[in-house]
DNA sequence: GCGTCCAGGTCTACC
DNA sequence: GGTAGACCTGGACGC
């Protein structure tokens, strides 16, 4: 079955598709060779099924591995959609940083929109699997959770767990089997939050709480401290924090400071001059060389 | 082969 | 509120 989902002016999917290292986690896989996002999405009521999206002139493409009903079809739409922020209103963002000669090439290229899961239970958790350790590691962690808890789609692919189904596992499961370390406990009651109602993380996406407040109840979840709540609110469109880590220092170091080590105060003076967006402005720029060369618009 | 360091940090105890 | 030390894992590196 194949979809058709209209884009807005100046998106451009392999920026989007590859404006974030969730691209390269699983339940996403990235061919860059033929520019094909595919994922495995839990439908709950139904079946599991594997998408693969590719762009196309204002609009992009999604072929589903079954024929699905009115209602799962609609589902799709909507994940897609805010998997690939197609409704973030970037205008403002734009505007802010378009008379600015080093940061212009995000309007230019379709920058800014970036990659998220279909929910905030799975962005949370893998957030929490990329704190304090390599990516490799992340990513053996995250494999290990779709690998053994996803549902499976007919393609025997696996869509990321439920709640639900962390909630199911023990702790010793996640440090001797995801090999999540320190980080099992955590797990484990974030899961069992979740699932039991008594945490309700879908709801942070509409939170009308400020930044900081919404920021303090993230980090009432064990494992969440003040960059993976800060990582978690720019995936929820929030952009004023940078969410600081080692590889963001690394790189600003070597790209802005001319290979000497800098304070996170002066990073956070470089880029307060883009105000609400200055956590949007860091990434993009941090990020611009992920694609070799320059993506135009009109080449989606 | 072995020890050390560190990577897309966080928690707790203590001051 | 600020800080030191502990916490898991696994790859890179030096010896």
Known sequence: ?????????????????????????????????????????????????????????????????????????????????????????????????A??????????????????????????????CTTNCSWALTYKMVDGLVGELGRESRGGQRAFPTPEAMASKTERFYRDVIRSGYRAPYLKELAERVAGGSLDVESWFSSDLSTPDLQREMKTVKGVGDYAAENLLKLLGRYDCLALDSWVRGKFKRTRNGGRKTSDKKIERYYSRFGEWRGLALWCDMTRDWLETEESVAIP
Request: net charge neutral; glycine share 8%.
């Open 1 to 97: 079955m194949e979809i058709s989902i209209a884009t807005p002016p100046g998106f451009s999917f392999k920026r989007t598709a590859i404006s974030h290292g969730w691209y390269n986690l699983p339940p996403f896989d990235l061919n860059q060779e033929q520019w094909k996002l595919s994922r495995v999405l839990d439908l709950r009521g139904a079946q599991p099924i594997t998408v693969k999206i590719t762009g196309g002139n204002g609009a992009v493409n999604v072929v589903t591995s079954r024929e699905l009903g009115k209602q799962s079809a609609q589902q799709v739409v909507r994940d897609v959609r805010h998997m690939l922020r197609l409704d973030d209103e970037m205008s403002s963002f734009y505007a802010s940083i």
């Open 99 to 128: 008379d600015d000669p080093d940061f212009e090439w995000i309007v230019s290229s379709g920058a800014g929109r970036l990659l998220r899961s279909p929910t905030v239970f799975e962005d949370l958790v893998k957030t929490m």
